[in-house]
């Protein structure tokens, strides 16, 4: 008779195979960018870097990355400033009804992202914001700021406010107590909503294809519309490319904070 | 700081953020309402004439309710998927040594991170007519001709279960690591079966997961625009992308707004139900 329950090879050998399933789309696109022909096959038929080139001398491709990028950066630094001001009075209940305020900061996590889309492809056109970037900005604010304020409640929650009283009772003002003291604290919490906030901006289609310009594009908007005119090997090679760039960040983001702790 | 401050510095960190989300979440989304009840006439646009027939439709049109129905199979095919792949290896994930339940947390996480449309495009390159499975299956020798896998269910339900499966798998690990091995070390005792000690015991123990991953993939499932649209193409539709064609395609905006909000109405009522349930049974234990 068994008393512990330790999990034997058979579960060990189902679990390994159903991570592969999960890791299997991502090597198929890989391989796919490294192969000549246009169509996949295993083996591949002969290797080649022509599809990154492609990719690496395209204007369409190098603007959408571009657009993408900063969207992105300029979209969870807004969100960062916003969420972290904000988590911070919803956390010490510095304002009333502090639990309806964090909910409605969380809805759009709830909201279908498709729904949030149209809505504001309606709203901008009625309020003549349609076609401006600041508008496509904003909606990348609304859509990444849960994650910040997620992140930093959770890392508040593990903060002892005896700390910053401590601070006050030595002297220091209320902004330099969150400064010195609280801020340091809850630093990789704040590191890993922002990384998730701009992985989820990188990430966006279903709010960002309906408020894009017509001379605009971003990089996953524009592998979703061409994927319609037919499967291209380049949309292998910049898929590949963010890859690595996403493998690279998962790795240097556990590094620094812990990140799976918050995801 | 003075006694009185704190209520104001409070106003003043929360309000910047309430504004941005009051006027880009909150206004439009109630801006919609309006619209999802203006008459549509084919040909001249959006009239002024006020309507309900874009939330009947939904209901006696054949075809808006094909698409319904074919939304909730796919919430519940993609959710059942999860479950039964996901349980084992949340299971195993759960009971293994910390440093392999590391390893494998971060194979689980890597493809969550991945760019959605990666991932859908990976399922085209495996599942299209000249993809990786036909060719394989056809080198093989076991087919003749490519069979169709993309545009269709088995598609749509093959991807998205791929694509979910982590948030499933995430969701249980810690109901299941919560479990007291004693609980089941008991059962043991009382010489119950392992299949035994799984139905009566471990399983039990472990339904708030169950119940929180699967409302989390059911949700995820039905409100999903890129994969449906990216494998099931602009023929085999479900309710997000239908919503996206009547915003961008046939411009039958009234009716892709009541279909926004018939949309959002089923995923807050699941989560609703889903939450009641989860309280009923959290004051049992």
């Known amino acids: 008779m068994k008393l512990d329950d330790k999990p034997g090879w058979g579960l060990a050998t189902v679990s390994v195979a159903i991570i592969a399933f999960l890791q299997v789309p991502v090597l198929v696109v890989v391989l796919a960018a490294f192969s000549k022909t246009a169509y996949l096959t295993i083996p591949p038929k002969g290797l080649t870097l022509h599809w990154f080139e492609v990719v690496l001398t395209d204007s369409d491709y190098l603007g959408a990355a571009w657009t993408s990028l900063w969207l992105a950066v300029s979209a969870t630094a807004g969100s960062t400033v916003l969420g972290l001001a904000a988590a911070y009075a919803l956390h010490r209940r510095m304002v009333r009804g502090a639990e309806f305020l964090t909910s409605v900061v969380m809805a759009p996590l709830v909201l279908p992202s498709v729904v949030l889309g149209v809505a504001l492809l309606q709203y901008y056109t009625l309020t003549g914001l349609r076609g401006f970037t600041v508008g496509l900005w904003l909606a990348h604010v609304v859509i990444t700021v849960p994650y910040v304020v997620r992140a930093c409640l959770t890392a508040l929650a593990s903060v002892d406010p005896s700390l910053e009283d401590a601070a006050h009772v030595l002297g220091a003002d209320g902004r330099t107590a969150f400064r010195l003291v609280t801020l340091p604290l809850i630093k990789p919490g704040l590191v890993a909503g922002g990384l998730f906030g701009f992985i989820t901006s990188l990430d966006n289609v279903p709010v960002t294809v309906f408020l894009l310009s017509a001379s605009q594009n971003t990089l996953p908007v524009k592998i979703f519309t061409s994927v319609e005119q037919g499967v291209d090997p380049s949309i292998a090679a910049v898929s590949t490319l963010l890859i690595a760039v996403t493998g690279v960040a998962l790795v240097l983001a556990e590094r620094w904070t812990g990140f799976h702790k918050y995801v | ?285």
């Open chain 2, 1 to 285: 700081m003075e006694p009185n401050t704190p209520r104001r510095a409070g106003l003043m960190l929360v309000s910047p953020l309430m504004l941005v989300l009051l006027l880009v979440f909150i206004a439009p989304v109630l801006m919609m309402l309006p619209l999802s009840l203006r008459e549509y006439v084919a040909g001249t646009g959006i009239s002024d004439r006020w309507t309900l027939v874009n939330y009947t439709q939904i209901l006696t049109d054949d075809y808006y309710r094909e698409v319904v129905v074919r939304t909730l199979q796919l919430g519940f095919g993609v959710t059942l998927i999860c479950l039964l792949l996901g349980y084992p290896l949340a299971y195993y994930m759960a009971r293994t040594t910390p440093r392999i339940r590391f390893a494998l947390t971060m194979l689980v996480i890597f493809p969550m991170l991945l760019n959605l449309v990666v991932r859908s495009f990976g399922w085209i390159a495996l599942l299209a007519n000249r993809g990786l499975v036909n060719n394989l299956l056809i080198d093989l020798g076991l087919l003749e001709r490519p069979i169709k896998l993309m545009f269709n269910l088995t598609g749509l339900l093959l991807g998205m279960s791929h694509i979910f499966l982590p948030f499933m798998v995430l969701m249980l690990v810690p109901t299941i690591q919560a479990i007291p091995r004693d609980v089941q070390a008991a059962a043991y005792t009382l010489s119950a079966s392992r299949p035994r000690v799984f139905w009566s015991v471990t399983l039990p123990l472990s339904a708030p997961g169950i119940l929180a991953g699967s409302i989390l993939v059911f949700v995820l499932t039905i409100s999903a625009l890129v994969t449906p649209r990216m494998l099931g193409g602009p023929t085999y539709k479900v309710m997000a992308t239908l919503i996206y064609d009547d915003f961008l395609q046939t411009l039958d905006w009234p009716s892709g707004a009541a279909l926004s909000f018939t949309l959002t109405a089923m995923t807050l009522v699941i989560i609703g139900l889903s939450s009641r349930l989860a309280k009923r049974w959290g004051g049992q234990s």
